[in-house]
């Protein structure tokens, strides 16, 4: 009779995933998750996921072409350990940076996208994953389609790279302000976590604003809010609060996230965004 050893040793490693949701944590057949887009069939929990997945899931097949991958970070404040943090994530994750842009199609019509990796530094926000983002902003303005920005960033600013880090806000922010200007349409996903620095600039700042379900959104973590006293629970820093309260305008799971995605561009390319009068400045 085989024992729970000998039936152990016949499956193959990686066959068999625990959900990540503590009130879950159901085993799930590996292809059977891949095949549901790395969501629990169980509880609806949805996995986080890389830039390339992220890629594979909204572009047109084939279509992605990466540019900027000749900007590299450097240590500008000397920063000890620093150049040593960046090489593990890069042996780890084989990227060069927590952000990857290019462009591609939907349904066949040009986009510009942008994604931030939450395996690379948490996705956090250096002068060259900001420079990255704002030129797919930039370059959706100069090819007059829509720009569609993923946010996979449980941290901001990064602190190794101190004042120069933080002016990312800033110009990620502008160059969305440009593009509005531009009547070009700016599309932002938040996913889990969308958190601080990230949030408080261009995540939050598209014209369409949309979020997976259960996804981590907020500025500061839960320990600080919990020290504010504002009485907000855990719950303030999730998709379905911010949409309560106006902050997000559409959950969409998913396995529903392309379609709706190609709704969109369809009606943007169908009718495009144009300004009457221009802003003063």
Partial sequence: MATERDWRARVPDGMWVKCENPSCAQLLYKKELDRNLMVCSQCGYHFRLSARQRIDITLDPDSFEETDTELVTLNPLGMEGYEQKLKRHRARTGEMEAAV????????????????????????????????????????????????????????????????????????????????????????????????????????????????????????????????????????????????????????????MRTFLERVVRMTYAAPLRREVPLEV
């Fill in 101 to 256: 842009v290019g462009t591609g199609t939907i349904i066949g019509k040009p986009v510009t996208i942008g994604i931030t990796n939450p395996f690379f530094t948490v996705g956090s926000m250096g002068s060259v994953v900001g420079e990255k983002m704002a030129r797919c902003v930039e370059r959706a303005g100069d090819m007059g389609c829509p720009c569609i920005l993923i946010s996979g960033s449980g941290a901001g600013a990064r602190m190794e790279e101190g004042i120069l880090s933080l002016m990312q806000m800033a110009k990620t922010s502008a160059a969305i302000g440009r593009l509005r200007e531009a009547g070009q349409l700016c599309v932002t996903i938040l996913t889990n976590p969308t958190m601080a620095g990230v949030y408080a600039s261009w995540a939050s700042l598209g014209d369409m604003i949309l979020a997976e379900p259960g996804a981590m959104v907020g500025f500061a973590g839960q320990r600080v809010v919990k020290g504010t006293k504002s009485g907000l629970g855990a719950e303030a820093q999730s998709a379905e609060f911010q949409h309560e309260h106006g902050m997000v305008d559409r959950i969409v799971p998913r396995p529903e």
